[in-house]
């Protein structure tokens, strides 16, 4: 059973309780963070704590730890799941409280953090590629904030589903915005285009990752608006995250993307991606 961290202690997650008045079961209201962890070691823990800030200014919430606390608590929790590739999940909450709209006074925050097993995409999707639509993006102003309501993503996402595709890649006032799960990537003439970030998308670390390895590597790369037929006549897309990296879309709107493979682009940014991934262990070893 794994062991995860709930208020100060370190309990199985079956005997994890929180109280029903908790405002992130009444209200969502709370934010969350998702960090990688490889070979025991945490992936870019400085930008998802800084991430973290950002979300918790976003919805008026001091931070309850430091930046080392909170690192403290993440290797805690690796140790004590046995290490390996994982995927850090943690979640702040208001606390419980009388429900009320307005913010309770003198509220402890409800501080959660778990982990699971990361596991690599299938080979299928590294050869094939994944199936994804295009919809209206129907969610609030405040898409930066990674926030724990998250309903309109899971129906964006499951709408999707429904039509057999992976993923939902949005649009707002014609522009494309973020997938419901991910951020969007595009290849126009060897050319890596992404939107710009701002609030109706969510700062990706593995997009920014993407981006620092195309300027190292004299890769072309820009954050730009990027219309529906942008999207449609690109000659790669791709979807990025924290824990599914870089995805190929092959299939948009039942529409093969090109040769209906993942490009070469694709193919030479992900080697880079891993390479980074490997340097970055190698270097945390001997630190």
């Known amino acids: 059973m794994s062991i995860v961290y709930l208020n100060g202690k370190y309990v199985p997650a079956a005997e994890a309780t929180i109280s029903p008045l908790d405002r992130g079961f009444i209200f969502a209201d709370g934010i969350y963070e998702v960090i990688p962890v490889y070979q025991g070691r945490l992936f870019r823990p400085d930008e998802h704590l800084q991430r973290l800030d950002h979300s918790l200014a976003g919805i008026r919430l001091t931070q309850p730890l430091g930046h080392s606390q909170w690192r403290e608590i993440l290797i805690n929790l690796i140790e004590k799941n046995g290490g390996g590739d994982l995927s850090i999940y943690l979640q702040i909450t208001r606390g419980a409280a009388l429900r009320d709209h307005a913010f309770p006074a003198n509220t402890a925050p409800t501080i959660f953090a778990m982990a699971n097993p990361l596991k690599p995409l299938p080979e299928e999707i590294l050869k094939q590629g994944i199936r ?85 590597h004299g890769i ?54 891993q390479r980074y991934k490997q340097n970055m262990l190698a270097q945390t070893k001997t630190a």
Request: charged share 20%; with cysteine; proline share 6%.
């Open 132 to 216: 994804a639509i295009c919809l209206e993006d129907i969610r609030w102003k405040y898409c930066h904030i990674k926030s724990i309501a998250l309903l309109p993503n899971i129906l964006l996402r499951q709408q999707a589903l429904d039509k057999g595709a992976m993923e939902a890649i949005l649009i707002r006032d014609g522009r494309i915005t973020e997938g419901a799960a991910s951020n969007v990537f595009i290849v126009v003439e060897d050319r890596l285009i992404t939107p710009p970030k701002g609030q109706f998308l969510l700062p990706g670390i593995t997009r920014d990752v993407v981006l620092e390895l195309a300027h190292n």
């Open 220 to 273: 072309a790369a820009q954050e730009a608006d990027i219309s529906p037929q942008d999207l449609q006549g690109a000659d790669e897309i791709w979807l990025t995250s924290s824990t599914r990296e870089i995805v190929p879309v092959t299939n948009l709107d039942g529409n093969p993307v090109q040769s209906g493979k993942p490009g070469p682009m694709w193919a030479h940014v992900t080697q880079l991606y």
